[in-house]
């Protein structure tokens, strides 16, 4: 049985952080409805790598889903989101500040229509503070939730990370929330307002940056491989330096190209066993007891040799051949794997997590699958919708519309754009 089944869902979201989320919804069985302007998701036509196809940027974020066409600048088209509005759990939206009150729908509004529905609403900074009027894009949120000042090396600029921690991040947030708040009007009968901003999203994955932010102001950062010192200030960006109170770094091993790295954690546990495998062969064969490393404290003030001889170590070996050499030693490693490393590995393929599927205008193609295993609720997973796919059935099926009803409001324009003013 599929873990919400019976859940309604009306998504308004649209672009990346509101999509994860409800994405992650309807893959565990609630029937999400994307609630969509008679243009579409802006992003169905973003990066468009086939002409007149939905764009992956759309169909990797909306799968199990139904499509709807609603122009809520008409009467009727607000008529149909009121009556939708009763049908549902949970409402969903990411538009910029003040959108939905301007069409008269405020939260205490959409309370007053259904008062057990719950609302989720994305914002790059929030409902309230002085940036709260600002608009945020995935980059903007990480540079302001803390990221990208930690994220680099020293005499470096700022760098943004691959993740999308947030948008993708944000949506993870805001799916804890919505289900914390659907728990909470199963026993109460009143729903609430569920608001996540991007940037304390962010901040709340940079959790360990910030502990290191109150440990500055008592010591140094011992384990960091950057020099640091009480009441420096500003947590410094440490390239690869495991942010944990093991030692770690990326080795670069041959055939030395872009992604030819293994990270590489040396736990206190695992040194010595470390060190007598690989100090024979780069000349230290008395390494696990070498008084610059054979201790914790030791090897944090000299992790520049530590690395320097495991990179030598691993430059006869590729990094698959190396992480051969180091598991059954206990050591924790994994080999930098690009995009095409992991379409293509056994592991990942056998986990269900790059899924192929079939679209009517785009044919085969990839999506990331769903992360979250439930034993008794196996998730399939199904294309994303075309644009108004479902209109009819979701009237028909969700409303009770009859098909007279439903001509009467075509006819007056409740799922159509509005016709173009002719100039005088």
């Known amino acids: 049985m599929e873990a919400l089944k019976g859940v309604r869902i009306l998504d308004m979201t649209h672009v ?12 565990m069985g609630a029937d999400v409805i994307k609630f969509e302007p008679p243009q579409g998701d802006a992003t169905r036509g973003q990066l468009r790598d086939i002409p007149n196809a939905d764009s992956l940027y759309f169909t990797m974020l909306n ?4 499509s709807i066409t609603v122009n809520m600048k008409s009467a009727e088209g607000k008529q149909v989101f009121v009556d939708l509005l009763k049908k549902c759990d949970i409402m969903m939206e990411n538009f910029g500040p003040g959108v939905l009150e301007r069409l008269g729908f405020t939260w205490e509004k959409i309370h007053e229509i259904n008062p057990r529905i719950v609302v989720g609403s994305i914002k790059g900074f929030g409902s309230s503070g002085p940036y709260s009027d600002f608009k945020a894009y995935e980059n903007v949120a990480q540079a302001m939730g803390g990221a990208m000042s930690t994220t680099g090396v020293p005499d470096g600029p700022p760098f943004v990370t691959g993740a999308q921690i947030g948008d993708s991040g944000t949506g993870l947030h805001l799916a804890i929330g919505l289900l914390a708040a659907l728990h909470q009007a199963t026993r109460t009968g009143q729903g609430q307002y569920v608001e996540v901003a991007m940037m304390d999203g ?11 932010h109150q440990r500055l ?8 491989s950057v020099p640091t010192y009480k009441d420096m ?8 330096d495991s942010g944990g109170g093991q030692l770690g770094n990326a080795i670069h091993c041959k055939p030395h190209g872009p992604n030819d790295w293994l990270y590489v954690v040396v736990q206190e546990a695992v040194f010595e066993a470390l060190a007598k495998r690989i100090g024979p062969d780069v000349g230290m064969p008395d390494m696990a007891t070498d008084p610059r490393l054979a201790k914790i404290a030791d090897r944090r003030q000299n992790q520049q040799l530590l690395w320097t001889l495991i990179n030598k170590f691993a430059e006869k070996y590729t990094k698959r051949e190396l992480m051969a050499i180091l598991n059954p030693l206990d050591v924790p490693c994994g080999p930098i794997m690009s995009t095409t490393d992991l379409a293509n590995d056994e592991h990942v393929r056998g986990r269900d997590m790059w899924v192929e599927l079939d679209h009517p205008q785009r044919g085969k193609w990839f999506n990331v699958g769903m992360p979250i295993k439930l034993s008794a609720s196996p998730v399939e997973i199904k294309r994303s919708p075309t644009l108004g796919e479902h209109t009819d059935e979701v009237l028909k099926e969700v409303l009770g519309y009859d098909q007279a009803r439903i001509d009467q409001m075509k006819g007056a324009g409740a799922f159509s754009m509005p ?3 002719v100039a005088a």
């Open 63 to 66: 799968c199990n889903k139904r």
């Open 217 to 224: 102001t008592r010591q140094s950062l011992a384990e960091y």
């Open 202 to 212: 962010v901040m709340n994955l940079c959790r360990v940056k910030f502990r290191d």
């Open 16 to 27: 990346q952080a509101g999509p994860t989320c409800s994405q992650l919804l309807a893959w």
């Open 419 to 421: 016709p173009k003013k």
């Open 233 to 240: 200030g500003d947590v410094p960006r440490a390239g690869n």
